[in-house]
C-alpha cells in the first residue's frame, strides 16, 4: 500500500479511530497476520488551531496546516488526510500547497450520500462547520440540499464538540439532545440523511440512533483513504 499521511490532533480522540478504522480495513482485506499499511501521523496543537480559528487568522491556520502536510511528505507520506472536518474549510489550498495528492473528506462524503440516493441532508458539526458553504457547495453539484440546526442548536452541539467529546466524554444526555435535534429536522425539514460533520459525533451517535441513514463522516474518509492507498498489487493478494 501507498504510505498514509495523517493530520491528527483535532482531536487526538477522532485520530485515534482513523487509525483502528484503518487498521481494521487492512486485516479484513489482507487477513490476520498480513502486512498492515504503513501510516504516519503528524498531530497538530488543537488549541493552536482553534485560537487561530476564532480570531479569523485563516492564513496562520493555513500555515499551520500546510507545514505539517509537509513534514508528512518529509517523512516519506505518499498520500495525505486531514482527520477533522473544520479544517477542509481550506482544503483548496492547502491541495495547491500540497506535494502530495490529498483525500477530502467532503468529497468522499458527497459521494457516499449520492449512491444513497440523498436529496436533504442535515449536516452538525462545529460552528465553523456549519457556518462554511463547503458542504452545500460540493452536495449542490449533485442537487442535494443541505440544512442545518437553528442557532441554539449549533450552539449546543459546537460547545458539546469542545467540551466534551473532544475530550472524550460521551454523556448520555448529550446523545439524547443530539437525537432529539435530528428528529426535529427529520420530521420540520424532511432531511432524509445526517451528515456527522465532525469526526468526533461518531463517538456519539451511532447508525440506529435515527430513524435515517448517518453519514459517518470518519468512517467514509478513512475508507477513502484505504481505498486510494491500496495498490493493483495488493489487490490481487486477496
Known amino acids: 500500500m501507498k504510505r498514509i499521511g495523517l493530520v491528527g490532533g483535532m482531536s487526538p480522540e477522532s485520530t485515534k479511530e ?8 487492512a486485516r479484513k482485506a489482507f487477513g490476520e497476520g498480513s502486512d498492515l499499511p504503513d501510516i504516519i501521523i503528524y498531530s497538530i496543537n488543537l488549541a493552536t488551531m482553534t485560537a487561530h480559528m ?5 492564513k496562520e491556520v493555513v500555515e499551520l496546516l500546510s507545514n505539517a502536510v509537509q513534514m508528512l ?3 516519506g507520506a505518499e498520500l495525505v488526510a486531514l482527520t477533522a472536518n473544520t479544517p477542509h474549510i481550506f ?7 500540497s506535494p502530495v495528492p490529498m483525500l ?19 449536516l452538525i458539526g462545529t460552528r465553523f462547520t456549519m457556518a462554511s458553504d463547503m458542504y452545500p457547495k460540493a452536495f449542490a453539484g449533485g442537487g442535494i440540499d443541505v440544512v442545518v440546526p437553528d442557532e441554539n442548536e449549533r450552539g449546543y452541539i459546537d460547545n458539546a464538540i ?11 444526555a448529550t ?5 432529539d435535534i435530528g428528529l426535529h429536522h427529520i420530521k420540520e425539514e424532511k432531511v432524509d440523511s445526517v451528515v456527522l460533520g465532525c469526526t468526533e459525533i461518531p463517538l456519539l ?9 448517518l453519514l459517518d463522516t470518519t468512517r467514509i474518509h478513512a475508507e477513502a483513504i484505504f481505498n486510494a492507498a491500496w495498490t493493483k498489487k495488493d489487490k490481487r493478494r486477496t
Open 162 to 172: 469542545r467540551n466534551e467529546l473532544t475530550n472524550g466524554v460521551i454523556a448520555l
Open 18 to 25: 482513523y487509525y483502528a478504522i484503518l487498521i481494521d480495513l
Open 175 to 179: 446523545k439524547q439532545r443530539f437525537i
Open 91 to 97: 482544503f483548496d489550498e492547502l491541495q495547491r500547497r
Open 205 to 213: 451517535l451511532k447508525e440506529g440512533d435515527l430513524p435515517v441513514p
Open 54 to 58: 476564532k480570531a479569523g487568522r485563516h
Open 104 to 122: 477530502s473528506i467532503v468529497q468522499a462524503t458527497y459521494e457516499r450520500a449520492s449512491k444513497l440516493g440523498t436529496r436533504k441532508a442535515l
Open 73 to 75: 511528505h518529509n517523512a
